[in-house]
């Protein structure tokens, strides 16, 4: 395999290429963000696995629907309500409006 020179700007298939830094401490300081990156990645993978977990958990002992939970939390979570509300209230007047068989 060959290696790849990055001191030099590189080409992909006609695209623009990019000019890869030379420094080792520049390279250090990319491997450094690159890792704090997946520990960042790492914790949000951690956190969405919490928050499934806490809505099955509501699920299983209220029998609530998950989409309603998950629809809950969201608003909840922005503070939202209001406007969740509006949302419902203006797809229940377009249901009637257009859904309902006319006379």
């Known amino acids: 395999m060959d290696e790849l020179n990055f001191d030099q700007e590189q080409t992909n298939g006609g695209a623009t290429g990019f000019v890869m830094p030379s420094s080792p401490a520049d390279r250090k300081h990319i491997m450094d963000v690159m890792d704090e990156i997946s520990a960042s990645k790492t914790r949000a993978e951690a956190e969405r696995d ?9 699920h299983d002992k209220f029998k609530i629907p998950k989409r309603l939970l998950n629809r809950f939390a969201k608003a909840h979570h922005k503070a939202s309500y209001t406007e969740e509300l509006a949302v419902d209230s203006d797809f229940e007047a377009m249901v009637e409006i257009l859904a309902k068989p006319q006379a």
């Open 50 to 58: 919490f928050q499934k977990e806490a809505i099955n958990e509501l």
